[in-house]
């Protein structure tokens, strides 16, 4: 059973890039953009957060936040996040717990086990989903529309 509108956003802390913790309570009382993406350095996952790295001043003027999580270790994050000159915290899920948690992870993903599906989920400021979309196919994208539309009515 996934987490729907009104459910309380499972807490968690995270390393980022850099090796920090990074914890969805440091962004309580603003809208936070979850984005569970599967591999850094794919084709999809690469797509999606160029195209949130290109919209990321909207985002800002809404006073939304964007953090990125995926499976990767945080030394793999900080690499993609060079490369891609990514603008925004991308965190490292390598335990599997928070997608675990959000109920966002493949059973089996080409061969591996425990990967993040791509997934969005808009956090209110006072901590409760506002919106979640868990894709099933890795290769479609999450309604940025949508997103957007959430952040804005908030």
């Known amino acids: 059973m996934g ?3 009104g459910d309380k956003a499972p ?3 995270l390393k980022d890039t850099d090796g920090n913790d990074v914890a969805l309570t440091q962004y309580a009382g603003k809208p936070v953009v979850l984005l569970f993406f599967p591999l850094a350095f794919t084709g999809v996952c690469t797509k ?5 790295r290109d919209e990321f001043e ?3 003027q ?3 936040q964007i953090l990125a999580i995926s499976v ?3 030394f793999t994050l900080q690499k993609f996040k060079q490369e891609q000159n990514l603008n925004f915290p ?3 899920d390598f335990n599997k717990e928070v997608a675990e948690a959000y109920d966002a992870i493949y059973d089996e993903f080409f061969g591996m086990k425990g990967v993040a599906k791509r997934s969005a989920f808009v956090v209110s400021a006072t901590g409760e989903i506002a919106y979640a979309e868990v ?3 890795a290769s479609d994208l999450p309604d940025f529309e949508a997103i957007k539309s959430t952040i804005k009515s908030m």
Do not use: I
């Not at 999606?48 to 949130?52: A, I, K, R, T």
């Open 11 to 13: 807490a968690f802390t």
């Open 62 to 64: 809404l006073d939304a």
């Open 90 to 92: 991308l965190l490292s």
């Open 135 to 137: 894709l099933e196919k």
């Open 72 to 74: 990767d270790s945080f």
């Open 58 to 60: 909207m985002y800002e």
């Open 48 to 52: 999606e957060l160029c195209l949130v």
């Open 3 to 5: 987490l729907k509108k």
